[in-house]
């Protein structure tokens, strides 16, 4: 008899979707990689300078590949990571965040939508 692979639930209200290469998230004029997005929230890294956090809730979208770029996207911070780095001697520490975005007005709802469509590479 086979044992029976364990499903988590999933609670997320939409799929995310790994983005392309080039998908960048800009807090505060720094670039941060989206890892992964839906119309929910995302997932970014970033690198974690003097180990200050991040104030600003307004992220600006781009992606590189069709040149896409969605200004002003409110978000809430639900959790940070501190990632490991890839050499022990290194200086230079990131950090990964799960952002919910808040009280997105319709038209910033159908941007995403868009940005999502241009920037997605596959399903999470």
Known sequence: MMPQAIRREERRKHPR???????LAFVEANPCEIIDISESGMAINYVAFNERR???????????DKETYLPHIPGE???EIALVPPSP??????????????DLTLDQRSLLRYFIVQSAGRGV
């Open 77 to 79: 911070i639900v959790t």
């Open 89 to 102: 001697f290194s200086v230079i520490r990131t950090k990964r965040l799960g952002v919910q975005f808040e």
């Open 17 to 23: 979707y790994k983005v392309k290469q080039g998908t």
């Open 54 to 64: 991040i104030s600003s809730y307004k992220f600006d979208l781009f992606s590189s």
